[in-house]
Every structure is written in structure tokens, then in C-alpha cells.
T-cell receptor, first 113, second 115 residues
Framework: DVKVTQSSRYLVKRTGEKVFLECVQD?????MFWYRQDPGLGLRLIYF???????EKGDIPEGYSVSREKKERFSLILESASTNQTSMYLC????????????FGSGTRLTVV | AQKVTQAQTEISVVEKEDVTLDCVYE???????LFWYKQPPSGELVFLIR??????QNEISGRYSWNFQKSTSSFNFTITASQVVDSAVYFC????????????FGPGTRLSVLP
């Protein structure tokens, strides 16, 4: 069964901490994505990557960075967590090309206190 | 610019009722793909269906059916004889880029099926 795995289901961090959210896919997908989901705001794209070491900003990259050192792994980094980054974070992956659907992970619910 | 509208923010139905979730999209491309995803309380978005712009055939999968009408730019989703397990947030999405990197998701419709 193909999968996107996010390392943590729930995470509580303190303001100012450096936070790493990890995502691993086993489908050899080129594209990987990080979204955040907030009530009333839907899904918003933070960053995506289409190859190792390649990244592109999404709609709301401020306060975040990403790392893709291996094809299967895409990390989201909060350099200095703030309370307004409390959210559900969803990772997704897809094959490169038109018409391929995204496969999503189960999400990480991050609370910054 | 691409846009996806799901006008129904929340819907509540009683079990066994039929329910239709609306999706209206905007695009200037002639080649595009439409998707529906289900997000149950567990959080993971689950793929339900993909439709390309050249295939207007309606599709039925068990209790689920989809009505794609290019003339009205709509891709509506109907659940027949709803069940409590259908309670979830449902997202419609549009993709038209060549690399699959620019999905546009609608805001989602929260469906509650009451016993």
C-alpha cells in the first residue's frame, strides 16, 4: 500500500523553538508539498519541491523553510516557532505530470505555546 | 486564474438521505483535471475521483456519483443513501499545469450525517 508518512501526529512546541516536521513517501514521486490547514482558510500551500534540493515557494512561505536531501523525504522547518503557526500541517506527494492526483499524509497537528 | 468554489460550507443530513455537494470551477485552459477528496476526522485527505476535461461522462461508484458539466463549469458530487461514515470534509480541486504542481483546492464542504 503506497504511503505518505508524517513522523508526528501531534506536536506541542514552545514559542521560539526550531521545529522539524518530517514527511516520507514510498512511491518514488517527484513532487512533494507542504500545506497548512486552518478553519475557514482551507488548504494553503507553504512550499513544494519537484526534485532533490529543489524547492519553490507556495502561497504562504514566510516563517518556514524546507529541505529535500533525498527524493523520498521532504522536511518542513519552522526556524522560530510562533503561536500563529499553530495549525494542521499536511504533506502530499505526486508524480510529475499533468493529471496525477496527490497522495496525502495523515497530518501533523502542531500547537505552539 | 484558476478558482474553485464550493458554496456550501456545511451540510447536515439524516442518515439515508441523498446529498449533493456542489463544485464550480474557473479556468481558461481547455485541458484540465478535476478531483474530489474526502477528509474524515482522522485528517488524511483521501482521493475519491479524477476527471479530465475531455471526459464528460458521469461516473458512479457504489453510493457515490459525480456529474461533470462543462457548460456550467461544475463537477458536483452526490452521495446516495448517506451513512454516518460519510461525515467528513470534502474538497474539490482543479489542476491544469503540465507538472502537477499547482492544484487549486476549493474551501471544502463539511458534511455531517446524523443517525
Amino acid at each position: 500500500d503506497v504511503k505518505v508518512t508524517q513522523s508526528s501526529r501531534y506536536l506541542v512546541k514552545r514559542t521560539g523553538e526550531k521545529v522539524f516536521l518530517e514527511c516520507v513517501q514510498d512511491m518514488d514521486h517527484e513532487n512533494m508539498f507542504w500545506y497548512r490547514q486552518d478553519p475557514g482558510l482551507g488548504l494553503r500551500l507553504i512550499y513544494f519541491s519537484y526534485d532533490v534540493k529543489m524547492k519553490e515557494k507556495g502561497d504562504i512561505p514566510e516563517g518556514y523553510s524546507v529541505s529535500r536531501e533525498k527524493k523520498e523525504r521532504f522536511s518542513l522547518i519552522l526556524e522560530s516557532a510562533s503561536t500563529n503557526q499553530t495549525s494542521m500541517y499536511l504533506c502530499a506527494s505526486s508524480l510529475m505530470g499533468q493529471g496525477y492526483g496527490y497522495t496525502f499524509g495523515s497530518g501533523t497537528r502542531l500547537t505552539v505555546v | 486564474a484558476q478558482k474553485v468554489t464550493q458554496a456550501q460550507t456545511e451540510i447536515s443530513v439524516v442518515e439515508k438521505e441523498d446529498v449533493t455537494l456542489d463544485c464550480v470551477y474557473e479556468t481558461r485552459d481547455t485541458t484540465y483535471y478535476l478531483f474530489w477528496y474526502k477528509q474524515p476526522p482522522s485528517g488524511e485527505l483521501v482521493f475519491l475521483i479524477r476527471r479530465n476535461s475531455f471526459d464528460e461522462q458521469n461516473e458512479i461508484s457504489g453510493r457515490y456519483s459525480w456529474n461533470f458539466q462543462k457548460s456550467t463549469s461544475s463537477f458536483n458530487f452526490t452521495i446516495t443513501a448517506s451513512q454516518v461514515v460519510d461525515s467528513a470534509v470534502y474538497f474539490c480541486a482543479l489542476s491544469e499545469d503540465d507538472y502537477g504542481q499547482n492544484f487549486v483546492f476549493g474551501p471544502g464542504t463539511r458534511l455531517s450525517v446524523l443517525p
